[in-house]
């Protein structure tokens, strides 16, 4: 359906700059309506309450209403927040691939989950193979290598960049985009309060479609590490959006 955007809509296109708008050219008509939507959402709030939450979160685990005891800060939340952003792509990204806003939100849940099984995995078999030292879910995101946002995206990921001019924490500075920062963090929010099935059925890993395609990089079965003397083959469990999940299969239970 055709929907053109009222006067008070254009002129806040035209407060927020043409560099904005520059970034949805060369696109579909559908795509670039999406575009222009996004940026009129930020006029939305941001997500209320992030201490809250994390307050929320801790009674949750402390009152043993959650299988998991990770250790989390309001910072720790927006770190990650932000990790599932750039790992999954924004709400516009995913619409320009042919995904639906729906698909596009499994999407960001299975890249938490992936954090979470990742935890819940070395809390089990007694193993560092996902962190460096501590329990804190923070420290599993910060191991070198694990997520390439990280490396990619560097200026999301400092000290300065968590909170805005005024001091307050923020789920990004910049304007473009925070529609989807919200939702990414709702849905991160869903993942770690046990609210949503685990998508990706305990992966530990996950890579771009791309990358398999004409048999060019194949995971499933090959060998991903070793444990108490088991060799852990990769095994596909699902398809999300553009991203493919592997558990593994350690031969022990």
Known sequence: MNRKLPWFALGLLGLLGLSNVSKCMGISENVYRGCLEEIVEIEKAQVVSIETDVERLRYEIDAGRLDSKYQLTAKDLIFLARLVYHEEGSLLVGRGKGFTDEEIVKGYEAVASVLLNRFEFDNRYNTTKFHNSGIKLIDYALKEGQFDAIKNYP??????????????????????????????????????????????????????????????????GTEAFWLNDYRCNLDWNANITDHQYYGVDCGVE
């Open 155 to 220: 200026d999301s990921f400092t000290k300065e960049s968590l909170k805005d001019k005024n001091g307050k924490l923020t789920l990004g500075s910049n304007p473009w985009g925070q529609q989807s920062r919200e939702v990414v963090y709702n849905a991160l929010v869903r993942v770690l309060s046990g609210k949503v099935e685990d998508r990706t059925f305990g992966s530990l890993y996950y890579k771009t479609k791309r990358l398999g395609e004409n048999g060019k990089v194949v995971w499933h």
